[in-house]
Structure formats: C-alpha cells, structure tokens
C-alpha cells in the first residue's frame, strides 16, 4: 500500500538546522510531487513548499524563502526538508503529504506521513 | 498569497446535519479538498475536487462549491466526526497551496 514514514523527533537549539526525511513506499516514487505542511501546537495547518521528485526543482511558500530547502533522493525514494536558523517558534509537527491531481482543476494531499515533531528551545 | 477564512468552531446534535464554509478567492480558480483531524493524529482526506470522497469515507460527508466558498457537509453527524476540519486549494497564479485555518466541529 501508499505509505510515507517519517524521521524521528528532533529538538534543536536556535539558531540550528533541522532535517526531516520521508521514505515513500508503494507507488511510482517519480510520479508524485510530494509537499511538507507543519502545525505548530495548537494551530492549524501551514503549507511549506512542494518538490517534484522527477526533476529535484522545489517551490516554497514566501514565508520560508531562504530557510527552507527540500531535496529529494530517487534511489531511497525519500523527500529531505532542511530548515535553517531554527526558532522557538518554529517548534511544530512536520508533516509530508504526496500530492495527487486531476491533471490541473484540482489537487488533494493523500497520503500523509505520521508527522515528526520538531522542538527548537535552548 | 491568497487566504481561506473558516469559521473556528461549529456544534451539531448527534445525528442533525453540519455544513463548514470555506471562503477565499482561490476558490473561484480551483476546487478545494477537505481534511479531518483527530487529536494528536495526521489529517486524513474526505472530500476532493467537485465532490470525490476517498475510499473508506463515509458518504454522509459531501462537498460543493459556489463563487469564492466551498462547503463541507456532513449529513447524519456521528460522535467520531468530532475533529478539526481544514479547507485546501491551490493559489492563484501561482505553485503554492493553502490551508484554512481550521473548523473544530462538535458533536453534542
């Protein structure tokens, strides 16, 4: 079956970077471009950036410009997201979701990783 | 960026009907797709493009669309809908996506 298994929780000190990986499973790695949305606690749903596995290229929301990098390694069939000059506010669960879509009407994130909690405190 | 307004939280009696709005100019463009959260857990997928329910979501969840706003409907409320619920589309112009902030349903 589709699966996205995350990395392990991380805590980082401010000022740090963090690396979170998600390894896909059961279906055509290449096919799929592949997101990362975060929550911090208590709070919604932000969108971070989209990669497309095919090609490497990686859009991100304004907000994370310059911080955020999203790689991707075709022979493990894994999504990296690095976020860079960690603060205390960046404190969330990460999330990736494969992106799937009716051919440019509409989109829907499906399946979800199971979400890795990043805690950035000194 | 263009942004999705939901209303924070609604309440619906076992069994009644709820619908949860989401507005926002990207809404015009692109249908949007709808997540359920529990506590502590991933959000999963109930409702996609015009109105497409995953396999394994119940058909009391439905969605439609209209000018700027989309809508969630549950039709027949069970006490496990009770979660947060985020409207999702695609922005205009644009390779970026956006979440609503979010919709906490109670079921009373």
């Known amino acids: 079956q589709v699966q996205l298994v995350q990395s392990g929780p991380e805590m980082k000190k401010p000022g740090a970077s963090v690396k979170v990986s998600c390894k896909a499973s059961g279906y055509n790695f290449i096919g799929y471009h592949m997101h990362w949305v975060r929550q911090a606690p208590g709070q919604g749903l932000e969108w971070m950036g989209i990669?497309?596995?095919?090609?490497?290229?990686?859009d991100y929301a304004q907000k994370f410009q310059g911080r955020l990098t999203v790689t991707r390694d075709t022979s493990t069939s894994t999504v990296y997201l690095d976020l860079s000059n960690l603060r205390p506010e960046d404190t969330a669960v990460y999330f990736c979701?494969?992106?799937?879509?009716?051919?440019?009407?509409?989109?829907?994130?499906?399946?979800w990783g199971q979400g890795t909690l990043v805690t950035v405190s000194s | 960026s263009s942004e999705l307004t939901q209303d924070p939280a609604v309440s619906v009696a076992l069994g009644q009907t709820v619908s949860i709005t989401c507005q926002g100019d990207?809404?015009?463009?692109?249908?949007a797709s709808w997540y359920q959260q529990k506590s502590g857990q991933a959000p999963v997928l109930v409702i996609y493009?015009?109105?497409n329910r995953p396999s394994g979501i119940p058909d009391r969840f439905s969605g439609s669309s209209s000018g700027n706003t989309a809508s969630l409907t549950i039709t027949g409320a069970q006490a496990e809908d009770e979660a947060d619920y985020y409207c999702?589309?695609?922005?205009?112009?644009?390779?970026?996506?956006?979440f609503g902030g979010g919709t906490k349903v109670t079921v009373l």
């Open positions: 979701a494969r992106d799937n879509s009716d051919g440019g009407t509409y989109w829907w994130f499906d399946p």
């Open positions: 999702n589309t695609r922005d205009r112009g644009g390779f970026r996506w956006v």
């Open positions: 990669i497309n596995p095919s090609g490497g290229r990686a």
């Open positions: 990207s809404i015009r463009d692109h249908y």
């Open positions: 493009g015009k109105n």
